[in-house]
């Protein structure tokens, strides 16, 4: 479900969500992610999407607070993974 891409992103930045490491191998990574049910988004749009879904409330946030998110990691190829800690 996530690619090399994805693992290696929440690899090197999950301390900006937790305060100690969570995973140490793209395997560890993938098992986590599945378990909080982490999502990987196209777009900013879309992260925006999730977050209303959500009934997270974002009135009056622009696109950079919401990218600023802990939640939010951007893999670097436009799409983002939203994790829920």
């Given at each position: 479900?996530?690619?090399?891409?994805?693992?290696?992103?929440?690899?090197?930045?999950?301390e900006q969500l937790?305060?100690?490491?969570?995973?140490?191998?793209?395997?560890?990574?993938?098992?986590?992610?599945?378990?909080c049910m982490a999502v990987v988004v196209?777009?900013?749009?879309?992260?925006?999407?999730?977050?209303?879904?959500?009934?997270?409330?974002?009135?009056?946030?622009?696109?950079?607070?919401?990218?600023?998110?802990?939640?939010?990691?951007?893999?670097?190829?436009?799409?983002?993974?939203?994790?829920?800690?």
């Amino acid at each position: 479900m996530y690619d090399e891409a994805v693992l290696q992103c929440f690899l090197e930045k999950q301390e900006q969500l937790f305060p100690e490491r969570v995973a140490e191998t793209p395997e560890e990574a993938e098992d986590f992610l599945e378990e909080c049910m982490a999502v990987v988004v196209d777009s900013v749009r879309e992260v925006w999407e999730y977050f209303d879904e959500a009934g997270i409330d974002m009135e009056g946030a622009d696109e950079e607070e919401i990218l600023d998110a802990d939640e939010v990691f951007e893999i670097g190829d436009g799409r983002y993974l939203i994790v829920e800690g």
